[in-house]
């Protein structure tokens, strides 16, 4: 039987692409192009992969109003890439430290709440 074997990317809605786009590369680091966004590389870190389903009042993804996806960004220095928001002017919330990582939360121009995780050494083998 046919099945699904992994996930091949996140689309999300831009009002403005070029902008959002630009934000995304400046703030994150992520190389996009117009049309076929980031491609990433397996041995670049981005072999962990998450898939969850929340209840449609859930706020953890965002505005249940207007954000129906959440995408979660594997970071390889979680300290780092806050001090350079903190740089962009653009604000996130506190470390949050579970058994698997840590985390935080931004929110893009478009308000698209996003997640940004920084495994435990154990998750890296």
């Known amino acids: 039987m046919a099945k699904v074997i992994g996930v091949g990317g996140v689309f ?3 009002r403005n692409v070029e902008e959002l786009c630009a934000w995304y590369e400046r703030v ?12 990433f590389d397996r ?3 981005s072999e962990h992969l998450v898939v ?17 996806a959440m995408v979660n960004y594997v970071v390889d220095d979680l300290d780092g890439l806050l001090h350079h928001l903190d740089e962009c002017g653009v604000e996130y919330e506190p470390i ?12 893009d121009p478009e308000g698209n709440r996003l997640e940004l ?9």
Request: hydrophobic fraction near 30%; charged fraction near 20%; avoid cysteine.
């Open 12 to 14: 999300l809605r831009a």
């Open 43 to 45: 041995s670049q870190g």
């Open 52 to 68: 969850s389903f929340f209840e449609p009042s859930s706020t953890y993804i965002g505005d249940p109003e207007r954000q129906g």
């Open 117 to 125: 995780w920084e495994p435990s050494p154990a998750d890296d083998a």
């Open 96 to 107: 949050q430290v579970e058994p698997y990582g840590r985390f935080s939360w931004t929110t």
């Open 28 to 39: 994150l680091g992520l190389e996009l192009t117009i049309g076929t966004g980031a491609i």
